[in-house]
């Protein structure tokens, strides 16, 4: 059973006054949970009902376990219908990303992504064509927000997303930048290399102009229909299956 200190703990952390203060953020059923069980992650505590126990017999580190009741459960979840348990994760402290972590891979820039839920397929999407970095404006949504955790389903327990000071960090990363704009190149006629930044703008305004003057190529997907636009993670997909995609043939 839930203590009251508890209950106020867990669901303070639907809030990131508090996510910060106690250094810890909410992931969600055991699938999503048992990524970070076996990444770099710190489980601080897993609660789990009864139905869980089994799958706990041989975790790969020491964590807290507390069996509570569905009862308990639905009294913390932040989901509609909860899972079968949830976890408080300590928040790590990644270290700032030099020109040797970038070179020869892939990097997602993202300016402004403020929907939890494309940030969340964007770290899903990262996560399925091998990029491990993202590098995130300081406005945007903030990545252990449970929404964001809840859509990357475990991915992000693989990736590493810092905020940065946009502008600085393409200015000293010394390498090509390709920015998602509408009047870019068409990306199908677009070679990427083996290395780059990756910029994806805002859902509304796109990338702001002073990151636009940073942009060395600006690429863009064609439009054959008649939509006026396309949502920021499904355009990140695509760029990403052309870019790194390729890169494994």
């Known amino acids: 059973m839930l203590s009251k200190s508890q209950i106020s703990l867990l669901t303070s952390l639907q809030h990131k006054k508090f996510r910060r203060e106690h250094g810890l953020f909410l992931v969600e059923g055991y699938k999503s949970i048992s990524e970070f069980i076996d990444s770099h992650y710190h489980i601080h505590t897993l609660y789990h009902t009864p139905d869980v126990a089994p799958k706990l ?14 009862a308990d459960l639905q009294k913390v979840s932040g989901l509609k219908t909860p899972a079968d348990a949830i976890a408080t994760v300590k928040i790590p402290q990644f270290k700032a990303l030099t020109h040797t972590d970038l070179e020869n891979k892939f990097s997602l820039v993202l300016d402004g992504i403020q929907d939890p839920g494309n940030m969340g397929t964007i770290i899903r999407t990262a996560d399925w064509f091998g990029i491990t970095n993202i590098i ?113 043939k």
């Open 57 to 70: 017999l041989k975790l790969s580190q020491k964590i807290n376990l507390q069996e509570i009741s569905l």
């Open 136 to 248: 995130c404006s300081d406005d945007c949504v903030e990545v252990y927000n449970p929404k964001v955790v809840q859509a990357t389903m475990g991915s992000l327990a693989r990736i590493n997303v810092l905020y940065a000071g946009l502008s600085d960090f393409i200015s000293n990363a010394n390498l090509p930048v390709y920015g998602a704009l509408l009047n870019g190149d068409n990306i199908y006629n677009t070679n990427f290399g083996m290395e780059a930044l990756l910029v994806m703008g805002n859902e509304g305004n796109g990338i702001r102009p002073e990151i636009q003057q940073l942009i060395t190529k600006a690429v863009t997907i064609p439009r054959i229909g008649q939509a006026e636009s396309l949502n920021v993670a499904i355009a990140t997909a695509i760029i990403c299956s052309e870019a790194a995609g390729k890169s494994y």
